[in-house]
């Protein structure tokens, strides 16, 4: 796995060097203490994740990255920063980033968040596989590469959430493909038909998407009671949980509930294709 670190402090570029070569499989292969340089450098070598500083000379991490995505959209963002403005973060998982590292840098985050990279970027591929199989039995399916802006939309929306690196993530990515192309609802779909999968296989993806999206409303009310005018998070809110739900899941939060939100599997995947579909 090669990595690529930009940040205008050269102690903490060395520092992050030294922690991911003590993996014997991550290659840190350039760095950059300016953009200019990361720009040049990253679009002409084989880099899958880029480790950036939110602020850095001349240009924002944010304003780096959406420019690198031109060229080549498959890249994996990891975002260090001082930074705790919530709106800056939020237009930084807009842009692509998956995770946040807060510096000081605590070494045991950095690994676990590479990880859960790695991670990503082996359900990418899977889905890819799988995603081949699912188009060779419907004439009307859209290949869903990493170039679709439908998936970046998708992905962007659960980065949001909270849950782009949940295990449930994968699955929901599969069956939103089949709803999208097929321009159906979530209830006229046979997921043992179109996955080939038994009733017990069946469960077993449903407790996974169910986890994940669980998982989603209680990040989105934790967004909420941070922001509650925030238009997208509302928006969110109504199109993939609905607003009763969000709002039992704060009340929960806040200990006047015993149960929070509930989750339904054909709101949030329905309301998935309705906001790509929008956008």
Do not use: W
């Not at 203490?33 to 939110?54: N, P, Q, W």
């Amino acid at each position: 796995m090669n990595f690529y670190i930009i940040d205008d402090d050269i102690s903490i570029l060395v520092m992050l060097q030294k922690i991911l070569e003590k993996n014997t499989d991550y290659y840190v292969i350039g760095k950059a203490t300016e953009a200019e340089k990361a720009l040049t450098d990253i679009l002409l070598l084989d880099v899958d994740v880029v480790l950036i500083d939110l602020l850095i000379p001349n240009m924002s991490g944010i304003e780096l990255m959406n420019r690198l995505k031109i060229s080549k959209n498959y890249l994996h963002f990891i975002m260090i920063s001082k930074v705790t403005d919530n709106s800056l973060k939020q237009e930084a998982y807009e842009a692509g980033v998956e995770f946040f590292i807060n510096k000081p840098i605590n070494v045991i985050e950095l690994q676990t968040v590479v990880e859960k990279i790695v991670q990503n970027i082996d359900l990418s591929q899977k889905l890819i596989n799988i995603q081949s199989l699912i188009g060779e039995n419907s004439e009307n399916s859209s290949s869903f590469n990493t170039n679709d802006s439908r998936k970046q939309k998708v992905l962007s929306i659960l980065r949001l959430l909270g849950i782009n690196s949940d295990a449930g993530t994968t699955d929901i990515l599969v069956i939103y493909e089949i709803i999208s192309s097929k321009n159906l609802y979530f209830n006229q779909i046979d997921i043992c038909e179109q996955l080939n999968i038994d009733a017990r296989e069946k469960k077993i993806i449903f407790q996974r998407i169910r986890r994940a999206i669980k998982h989603g409303l209680t990040n989105l009310a934790n967004l909420y009671l941070d922001d509650a005018q925030d238009e997208i998070i509302t928006e969110y809110a109504n199109s993939l949980y609905g607003y009763k739900n969000i709002r039992n899941e704060m009340q929960f939060i806040n200990g006047y509930r015993d149960a929070g939100g509930r989750v339904s599997l054909r709101h949030f995947l329905d309301g998935l294709v309705q906001e790509t579909d929008n956008n």
